[in-house]
């Protein structure tokens, strides 16, 4: 069993910011890629930006500029700082991690909501 915490979420005005973080434990057989995803009303879950186990680092073209993901692989935890946050940001933000053996899997989600 996996467990995936997030937090971070809340309300902000645009351009504002906040700091997303994902802690998993349990029965992990390494970590390969982290991952935040989010979905707003109506909408398709998309990827925001993921992070490779060697570092390495992908960005939706929304994303580029003002998110930075990163990951401290001792505590097996995924960061997702967002800057000059929109209101077209508001979403649940869940964050994704998959395994040795490149399984998946979900955390609840958290929610961001960016007034104007």
């Known amino acids: 069993q996996v467990q995936l915490v997030e937090s971070g979420g809340g309300l902000v005005q645009a351009g504002g910011s906040l700091r997303l973080s994902c802690a998993a434990s349990g029965n992990i057989l390494g970590i390969n890629t982290m991952g935040w995803y989010r979905q707003a009303p109506g909408k398709q879950r998309e990827v925001v930006a993921t992070?490779?186990?060697?570092?390495?680092?992908n960005y939706a073209d929304s994303a580029k500029g003002r998110f930075t993901i990163s990951r401290d692989s001792a505590k097996n935890t995924v960061y997702l700082q967002l800057n000059s946050l929109k209101p077209e940001d508001t979403a649940v933000y869940y964050c994704?991690?998959?395994?040795?053996?490149?399984?998946?899997?979900w955390g609840q989600g958290t929610q961001v909501t960016v007034s104007s």
């Open positions: 994704n991690v998959r395994d040795g053996f490149w399984l998946p899997y």
């Open positions: 992070i490779a186990s060697g570092g390495s680092t």
